[in-house]
Structure formats: structure tokens, C-alpha cells
């Protein structure tokens, strides 16, 4: 069956630090790829996503490769700032099942001044 | 970004009681679901919509029960709230293969 494996957390870094969260997955097919981040508070919103192998997702720094070889899809962001603080959740999505998606458990990253 | 609204925000309630959330949408998304969020579990998916009086289970719909007549509204009832119930409740829509989530509503069952 679909699986998402994320690395656990917390996650604790400086200011700008390297950021890497880990994501692998299982699956049939040819899923397409997510990250959603959850701010303190909020729902999730989509960070980034890749549909296809090899593509590459981007957003407000973040930046993820879907790697069929390797079954990874890991979150990056060069220098992350305080305002990162959140929850970070991997999710994956098969084509015909409704469009539900499968879901990471989540990893929390806490960026300190 | 969809305008996803639930209500209510909180809700303290008693172990027993019937209690309904509400989640409404102005995006004329075409499928909707219910996720709770738990401590070390995630986001678990209660229920899902995938049109108008269309509803199937998720992996944790045991004691609950949804209702969707009309393609803006997508109801959660917990038949009977239980303490094992208590958990913060999202709401989500789609209409390709981005999900986009409500605020959030906070339910205590004491």
C-alpha cells in the first residue's frame, strides 16, 4: 500500500542554518508529491509540490525533488529564519482514489534567533 | 487561497452529547473531508466527500458521521462525544489535487 516515512522531530536550528527534513514513500503507480506546512495556530497550507520524476517544487525558499530512484521527495531551505517555526507535513497522492492524500506524520522544526 | 470557514472554533462539551461541526466553503470545491489531529498521530482522515449526498469512511470513522446536501456545507456529527474525541478538527477541500484546510476547530470533550 501508500506510505510516508518523515524524519521525526523536533527540529531545533539557528538562524539561518541549513535546513534538510527528510521524506521517503511507498507507493503504486506514479504519485505526485507534497509538502504543507501548518503554522502555529493555523491550518495547513501547501508549501510546495512535484507531479512527475525529477521535478522539482519551490516556494518561499523551500525547495524539494521528487526522486523516483530513491523513493524521496526531502524538504531543503538554505538559511531559514525565525518565521519557519512550524510544522512541516510530507503527503503523497494517487490518482484515482478521491484525492485523498496520504500523510507524514509531520516534523516540527522550532528556529531560534 | 479557497475560503474555508468552520464553526465553531471551540467547543468544551460533556461525554455523551451529540455534537456537530460545520464547515463551509465558497470555492465550489467538489470534494470535501474531515481529518483530526493528534499528538504523534498526524493527520488522521475521518470522513470524505467526493460530491453532493456522495460521503465515504476514512481510517478513523468509527463515531462519526458526516452529511453533505449541498456543495458549500460538509457536517461532522460525533453521535455521542466520547474523551477519546478530544482533538483539534480540520476541514478540507479540493478540486484538483491541492487540499486546502479550514482554521481549525478545538473540541474538548470532558
Known amino acids: 500500500g501508500n506510505s510516508v516515512t518523515q524524519m521525526e522531530g523536533p527540529v531545533t536550528l539557528s538562524e539561518e542554518a541549513f535546513l534538510t527534513i527528510n521524506c521517503t514513500y511507498t507507493?503504486?503507480?506514479?504519485?505526485?508529491l507534497f509538502w504543507y506546512v501548518q503554522y502555529p495556530g493555523e491550518g495547513l497550507q501547501l508549501l510546495l509540490k512535484?507531479?512527475?520524476a525529477d521535478d522539482k517544487g519551490s516556494n518561499k525558499g523551500f525547495e524539494a525533488t521528487y526522486r523516483k530512484e530513491t523513493t524521496s521527495f526531502h524538504l531543503e531551505k538554505g538559511s531559514v529564519q525565525v518565521s519557519d517555526s512550524a510544522v512541516y507535513f510530507c503527503a503523497l497522492l494517487n490518482a484515482g482514489n478521491n484525492r485523498k492524500l496520504i500523510w507524514g506524520l509531520g516534523t516540527s522544526l522550532a528556529v531560534n534567533p | 487561497d479557497a475560503g474555508i470557514t468552520q464553526s465553531p472554533r471551540h467547543k468544551v462539551t460533556e461525554t455523551g452529547t451529540p455534537v456537530t461541526l460545520r464547515c463551509h466553503q465558497t470555492e465550489n470545491h467538489r470534494y470535501m473531508y474531515w481529518y483530526r489531529q493528534d499528538p504523534g498521530h498526524g493527520l488522521r482522515l475521518i470522513h470524505y466527500s467526493y460530491g453532493v449526498k456522495d460521503t465515504d469512511k476514512g481510517e478513523v470513522s468509527d463515531g462519526y458521521s458526516v452529511s453533505r446536501s449541498k456543495t458549500e456545507d460538509f457536517l461532522l456529527t460525533l453521535e455521542s462525544a466520547t474523551s477519546s474525541q478530544t482533538s483539534v478538527y480540520f476541514c478540507a477541500t479540493s478540486w484538483t489535487d491541492t487540499q486546502y484546510f479550514g482554521p481549525g476547530t478545538r473540541l474538548t470533550v470532558l
Open positions: 507507493a503504486t503507480g506514479y504519485p505526485s
Open positions: 512535484a507531479t512527475k
